[in-house]
Nanobody, 127 residues
Framework: VQLQASGGGLVQAGDSLRLSCAAS????????MGWFRQAPGKEREFVSS????????YYAEGLKGRFTVSRDNVQNMLYLQMDNLKPEDTAVYYC?????????????????????WGQGTQVTVSS
Protein backbone atom coordinates (compact mmCIF):
# COMPACT_ATOMS: atom_id res chain seq x y z
CA VAL A 1 0.00 0.00 0.00
CA GLN A 2 1.32 3.42 -0.97
CA LEU A 3 0.14 6.42 1.02
CA GLN A 4 0.32 10.09 0.13
CA ALA A 5 -0.57 12.67 2.76
CA SER A 6 -1.52 16.23 1.95
CA GLY A 7 -3.38 19.25 3.28
CA GLY A 8 -0.92 20.65 5.77
CA GLY A 9 -0.04 24.30 6.00
CA LEU A 10 0.54 27.37 8.13
CA VAL A 11 -2.50 28.48 10.11
CA GLN A 12 -3.29 30.58 13.14
CA ALA A 13 -4.44 29.28 16.51
CA GLY A 14 -8.15 28.53 16.41
CA ASP A 15 -8.18 27.74 12.69
CA SER A 16 -9.07 24.42 11.09
CA LEU A 17 -7.32 22.14 8.64
CA ARG A 18 -8.32 18.97 6.89
CA LEU A 19 -5.58 16.50 6.13
CA SER A 20 -6.02 13.90 3.40
CA CYS A 21 -4.26 10.64 2.72
CA ALA A 22 -4.61 8.93 -0.64
CA ALA A 23 -4.02 5.19 -0.73
CA SER A 24 -3.08 3.09 -3.73
CA UNK A 25 -1.65 -0.28 -4.60
CA UNK A 26 -3.55 -2.39 -2.14
CA UNK A 27 -6.96 -3.14 -0.70
CA UNK A 28 -7.56 -0.06 1.39
CA UNK A 29 -10.65 -1.37 3.13
CA UNK A 30 -8.71 -4.27 4.66
CA UNK A 31 -6.54 -1.96 6.72
CA UNK A 32 -7.04 -0.21 9.99
CA MET A 33 -5.73 3.28 9.32
CA GLY A 34 -3.98 5.68 11.65
CA TRP A 35 -2.66 9.19 11.97
CA PHE A 36 0.52 10.03 13.84
CA ARG A 37 2.46 13.23 14.32
CA GLN A 38 6.01 14.20 15.13
CA ALA A 39 6.98 17.57 16.54
CA PRO A 40 10.56 18.86 16.29
CA GLY A 41 12.80 17.10 18.79
CA LYS A 42 10.08 14.72 19.88
CA GLU A 43 9.14 11.14 19.14
CA ARG A 44 6.37 10.27 16.74
CA GLU A 45 3.10 10.00 18.61
CA PHE A 46 -0.30 8.49 17.99
CA VAL A 47 -3.15 10.78 17.00
CA SER A 48 -6.06 8.63 15.85
CA SER A 49 -7.06 5.32 14.31
CA UNK A 50 -10.15 4.13 12.47
CA UNK A 51 -11.60 0.70 11.85
CA UNK A 52 -11.68 -0.92 8.43
CA UNK A 53 -15.27 0.03 7.70
CA UNK A 54 -14.91 3.44 9.35
CA UNK A 55 -17.55 2.98 11.99
CA UNK A 56 -15.21 2.91 14.97
CA UNK A 57 -12.73 5.65 15.80
CA TYR A 58 -10.09 6.05 18.47
CA TYR A 59 -8.20 9.16 19.55
CA ALA A 60 -5.24 10.05 21.66
CA GLU A 61 -6.22 11.49 24.99
CA GLY A 62 -6.99 15.16 24.72
CA LEU A 63 -7.63 15.22 20.99
CA LYS A 64 -11.16 13.86 20.82
CA GLY A 65 -13.50 16.76 20.27
CA ARG A 66 -11.01 18.77 18.24
CA PHE A 67 -9.87 16.10 15.78
CA THR A 68 -12.12 13.86 13.69
CA VAL A 69 -10.89 10.93 11.63
CA SER A 70 -12.85 9.53 8.70
CA ARG A 71 -12.33 7.42 5.62
CA ASP A 72 -13.86 6.79 2.21
CA ASN A 73 -13.34 3.20 1.15
CA VAL A 74 -14.70 3.90 -2.34
CA GLN A 75 -12.22 6.69 -3.03
CA ASN A 76 -9.45 5.03 -0.96
CA MET A 77 -9.04 8.15 1.13
CA LEU A 78 -8.32 8.83 4.79
CA TYR A 79 -9.02 12.20 6.40
CA LEU A 80 -8.22 14.07 9.58
CA GLN A 81 -10.32 17.12 10.34
CA MET A 82 -8.54 19.31 12.86
CA ASP A 83 -10.47 22.14 14.51
CA ASN A 84 -9.49 24.80 17.02
CA LEU A 85 -5.83 24.21 16.31
CA LYS A 86 -3.26 25.10 18.94
CA PRO A 87 0.45 25.89 18.63
CA GLU A 88 1.22 22.57 20.32
CA ASP A 89 -0.41 20.80 17.35
CA THR A 90 2.53 21.92 15.21
CA ALA A 91 4.13 18.78 13.77
CA VAL A 92 4.60 16.66 10.72
CA TYR A 93 1.50 14.49 10.36
CA TYR A 94 1.75 10.97 8.96
CA CYS A 95 -0.90 8.57 7.78
CA UNK A 96 -0.33 4.86 8.18
CA UNK A 97 -1.92 1.53 7.31
CA UNK A 98 -1.74 -1.41 9.65
CA UNK A 99 -0.06 -4.67 8.82
CA UNK A 100 -3.42 -6.30 8.02
CA UNK A 101 -2.91 -8.79 10.77
CA UNK A 102 -6.53 -9.83 10.76
CA UNK A 103 -7.13 -8.72 14.33
CA UNK A 104 -10.42 -7.08 15.09
CA UNK A 105 -9.16 -4.21 17.17
CA UNK A 106 -9.13 -0.71 15.70
CA UNK A 107 -7.40 0.82 18.72
CA UNK A 108 -3.89 0.72 17.37
CA UNK A 109 -1.59 3.23 19.05
CA UNK A 110 1.78 1.63 18.49
CA UNK A 111 3.99 2.54 15.56
CA UNK A 112 4.96 -1.12 15.35
CA UNK A 113 1.38 -2.05 14.44
CA UNK A 114 1.61 -0.15 11.15
CA UNK A 115 3.40 -1.47 8.10
CA UNK A 116 2.85 1.32 5.58
CA TRP A 117 3.52 5.02 5.99
CA GLY A 118 2.94 8.17 4.02
CA GLN A 119 5.63 10.80 3.64
CA GLY A 120 4.12 13.30 6.09
CA THR A 121 2.61 16.74 5.75
CA GLN A 122 3.70 19.74 7.82
CA VAL A 123 1.19 21.52 10.02
CA THR A 124 2.32 24.75 11.64
CA VAL A 125 0.06 26.64 14.02
CA SER A 126 1.07 30.15 14.96
CA SER A 127 -0.10 31.83 18.14
Amino acid sequence: VQLQASGGGLVQAGDSLRLSCAASGGTFSRHVMGWFRQAPGKEREFVSSISRAGGSKYYAEGLKGRFTVSRDNVQNMLYLQMDNLKPEDTAVYYCAADANSGTLTYKKESIAEYAYWGQGTQVTVSS
